[in-house]
């Protein structure tokens, strides 16, 4: 090693996961795992301090993650009851829009006896902000059951996303329990339900239906207590549902069957400067039937009497896909993008107001843009996947949503399916700006932000294979890309700003060497926390 590189350090890597498992963005953007190693998570929120709870499936588990810190040791709660397994267990988690006035966790799963889904709310305790260097925690002894009795015959088409709405509600997807005539009925099948929790006692407990109905649901004079309590109907799995904070509208990924994989828009009233209630333009109103089982994404069903006569109304998906090409599909909403001033990792502005999915078998991400009253492929960017995939390698995502720092974030249940391989993580484009690709016959290994404050971002190209590692000061091994670097245009590679054993790196001066046998190039690092 030459005295050069033996007074360097940082960076590297796009990803640990072998290369046919990395996730592919445009040229500019960046994956970045943040916590991993974890046991199928499969929903989370965000406290507002920046702090991100989540909840594992299989082990009914609800868990903290703090950046650079990591996960809490302890879990926040151990949830009991919980029926786990295929498509069951602990699904969906939301955190009271009044917090820490309101401490509430309300979450949502699989019961196993007796066999049916249940949303609970629990009471937070411990370092509620953030500031006193605790652990977080829940007392079991705190549960209050808002809404039980769900009915769960079949161990799949579970639902499972609770967000609350700009307009203060709690609101909940729920599947049709492969009971498919079922979701053209308002009640606990098929449905996003719309709930008012403002007004429920602390402590345990159990809700009545009547004081969950808000009173311009619209089914709010229904003689079924449960149909009270729907916002829309329709649905077949609705599994991920994502709030718009920017308008109110409810992006909804509702799983097909044989054919078509769909997204819908619910645009509930949230309030105006002048005090009434007004609905966004982009989606569907109250009470609006999205057709399952007449109708799969676009495509109707060849039985137009399938559950009695078609009735009139029906609003289509904004956007559907074919499924019929793969083995398995599973469409993920991940909402609208939004961003604020002085958010210190967003997208660039021209994908604000886009709307984005993926698809949990194939790993393909989606991003629409609205245009003339049309969801629609955008444009493709440079180093795109394809033009039509905004990104790929997004596989096993069960969970999206845009973190208080402007990022994409995700939560990943597995690579391969292999246990304990989850993870949460995000994406982001550190300074917003697109460089251009150089050509496959260049070698490069430049930064794209200096300093690299958390983490550092190495545009490398090489037209042979290589290796990348980053070396501290003296010499010393800090990371390395596993697998090598393979010879192409240039891309982007990520550096967590940890180390080959996880642990964070101290900031301070980094190099980052790429060795192809006859060339070397180093990229000194001036790494902030």
Not at 209 to 226: G, I, K, M, W
Not at 424 to 447: E, F
Not at 486 to 499: H, K, M, S
Not at 522 to 527: C, H, L, M, N
């Given at each position: ?6 007074i360097l ?8 996961a072998?290369p046919?498992?990395a ?5 500019g ?8 190693g ?6 989370f ?17 609800v868990?903290l ?8 040791a ?17 699904l969906?988690?939301?955190v ?10 309300y ?24 500031t006193l ?9 705190t549960?209050?059951d ?20 700009l ?13 498919s ?9 098929g449905v ?14 159990r ?11 619209p ?10 309590l ?41 309030a105006?400067?002048?005090g009434g ?20 994404g676009?495509?109707?069903?060849p ?16 956007f ?29 502005a ?6 984005f ?5 194939s ?6 843009k609205l ?5 629609s ?28 720092d ?7 249940q597995?690579?391969?399916?292999a ?12 300074g ?41 000061a ?31 790196a ?9 060795d192809?046998?006859?060339?070397v190039?180093?990229?000194r ?5």
């Amino acid at each position: 090693m030459t005295p050069l590189i033996r007074i360097l350090l940082v960076v590297v890597v796009a990803s640990l996961a072998p290369p046919a498992l990395a996730q592919r963005v445009p040229d500019g953007f960046t994956v970045e795992p943040l916590a991993m190693g974890l046991s199928a998570p499969t929903g989370f929120d965000f406290l507002p301090d920046g702090r991100v709870i989540f909840v594992e499936q299989f082990t009914a588990r609800v868990r903290l993650f703090r950046e650079v810190v990591g996960v809490q040791a302890t879990p926040v709660l151990n949830v009991a009851g919980v029926s786990a397994g295929g498509e069951r267990g602990l699904l969906g988690v939301a955190v009271d829009p009044r917090y820490p006035a309101s401490p509430y966790l309300y979450v949502y799963y699989d019961l196993a006896s007796p066999q049916s889904i249940r949303i609970s709310r629990y009471t937070l305790a411990g370092d509620l902000d953030g500031t006193l260097g605790g652990d977080l925690t829940a007392d079991p002894a705190t549960r209050f059951d808002v809404v039980d009795g769900i009915p769960d015959a079949a161990s799949n088409h579970n639902g499972g996303t609770l967000r609350f709405g700009l307009d203060g509600l709690l609101y909940a997807s729920l599947g049709d329990d492969a009971s498919s005539c079922s979701a053209q009925t308002p009640g606990l099948r098929g449905v996003i339900l719309r709930l008012e929790t403002r007004s429920l006692p602390p402590g345990a407990g159990r809700a009545f239906r009547s004081q969950l109905v808000p009173p311009d649901n619209p089914f709010v004079t229904s003689s079924d207590t449960a149909a009270r309590l729907v916002a829309a109907f329709g649905l077949r799995n609705p599994f991920r549902i994502q709030l718009d904070p920017s308008t109110g509208t409810f992006a909804i990924g509702d799983v097909g069957q044989n054919l078509r994989e769909e997204l819908d828009l619910l645009s509930p009233p949230v309030a105006t400067a002048q005090g009434g209630g007004a609905a966004s333009a982009l989606g569907a109103p109250l009470g609006t039937n999205f057709g399952w089982p007449y109708f799969e994404g676009t495509l109707a069903d060849p039985n137009p009497n399938l559950c009695g006569p078609q009735p009139p109304g029906l609003v289509p998906p904004v956007f559907d896909y074919d499924r019929t090409s793969q083995a398995s599909a599973a469409i993920i909403a991940a909402g609208i993008y939004r961003s604020s001033p002085g958010q210190p990792h967003t997208l660039p502005a021209d994908h604000v107001g886009d709307l984005f999915a993926n698809d949990y078998y194939s790993g393909v991400l989606v991003r629409l843009k609205l245009s003339g009253g049309v969801w629609s492929i955008a444009a493709p960017l440079p180093g795109q996947p394809s033009p039509q995939h905004w990104g790929e390698g997004f596989n096993e995502i069960s969970d999206w949503r845009v973190g208080p720092d402007g990022a994409f974030w995700y939560c990943r249940q597995s690579v391969s399916f292999a246990a304990n391989t989850g993870s949460i993580g995000r994406v982001w484009a550190p300074g917003n700006v697109h460089v251009p690709p150089l050509p496959a016959t260049t070698y490069a290994l430049r930064l794209r932000v200096s300093p690299a404050v958390g983490s550092a971002l190495l545009a490398v190209a090489t037209p042979v294979e290589g290796t990348l590692r980053i070396v501290d000061a003296a010499g010393r091994l800090v990371r390395r890309l596993p697998g090598g670097v393979a010879p192409g245009a240039e891309r982007t590679l990520v550096w967590n700003g940890r180390d080959e054993d996880g642990r964070a790196a101290r900031p301070g001066l980094y190099v980052a060497v790429l060795d192809t046998g006859s060339r070397v190039l180093s990229q000194r690092i001036v790494f902030l926390r």
